[in-house]
């Protein structure tokens, strides 16, 4: 069953292991605000150009806030996309289905062996206030639907200089 995440409400707590350094958590008290984004594997060309934006900008973000970027995939995959694209942010992997579940994302299987061999998470965002609650959210069903990530931080530095409110009920 696929249930949306509520804005407002504690996230589920969820741990992903990084490529680079300790294991990285939601979900619980923070010091900062937490961006979580959520990719469909190293099979999906869209999701790369998207993440090599967000690398091109990394820095305005950990300047407001910590940033996750996770999938499914497995270590060696993460790595690959890793070297390949030269990423300095810290590469989480192995999303689970459930954990993919709780977070409200759509879950596809691989259309051909070509795409990958396991089923994965279309793309989803998450802001998450530093005491582990849901602020703002957008999943996708498909590769194509991303945030603008300029649009998306400018909002997420005005929401957290003015603590704005949650905006939107399920």
Not at 16 to 45: N, Q
Request: net charge negative; glycine share 8%.
């Amino acid at each position: 069953m696929h249930t949306k995440p509520r804005v407002g409400k504690p996230v589920e707590e969820m741990t992903f292991e990084t490529l680079d350094s300790a294991p990285v958590s939601i979900g619980r008290p923070k010091e900062r605000w937490t961006m979580l984004f959520v990719y469909r594997g190293r099979h999906c060309p869209r999701c790369k150009r998207f993440l090599s934006k967000l690398n091109d900008v990394l820095s305005d973000w950990n300047s407001v806030m910590d940033v996750i970027v996770v999938s499914a995939d497995t270590a060696e995959k993460a790595r690959l996309d890793k070297e390949e694209f030269g990423w300095n942010f810290d590469l989480s992997f192995g999303l689970t289905e459930k954990q993919m579940r709780s977070l409200g994302l759509y879950v596809s299987d691989p259309l051909s062996d070509a795409e990958t061999s396991n089923r994965f998470a279309e793309p989803g965002a998450f802001g998450i206030r530093p005491d582990g609650t849901l602020m703002l959210v957008d999943i996708s069903n498909g590769p194509a639907a991303r945030p603008d990530l300029a649009e998306l931080l400018d909002g997420m530095k005005f929401n957290i200089e003015n603590n704005r409110p949650v905006r939107g009920e399920a």
